[in-house]
């Protein structure tokens, strides 16, 4: 589940004309890819404590 803000396409125009100027037209696959790893890292982390907690509730009602 992504979510985003309503963006619009002003916004997102502006974000990928800023995105091009900082890493370039070249780079942008690899710092797209980047992104995605570390999104995906994050979501796994968070799915991890939230079956963490889950268990540690479970325990502690018993």
Not at 34 to 40: M, S, Y
Not at 42 to 60: A, H, N, P, S, Y
């Amino acid at each position: 589940m992504i979510v985003l803000p309503n963006l619009g396409f002003a916004e997102v125009f502006l974000i990928t004309a800023v995105a091009l100027l900082f890493f370039g037209p070249e780079r942008i696959p690899e710092a797209a890819k980047g992104l995605g790893r570390a999104f995906k890292s994050f979501k796994e982390g968070l799915r991890e404590t939230t079956q963490e907690i889950e268990k540690t509730t479970q325990d502690t009602e018993k």
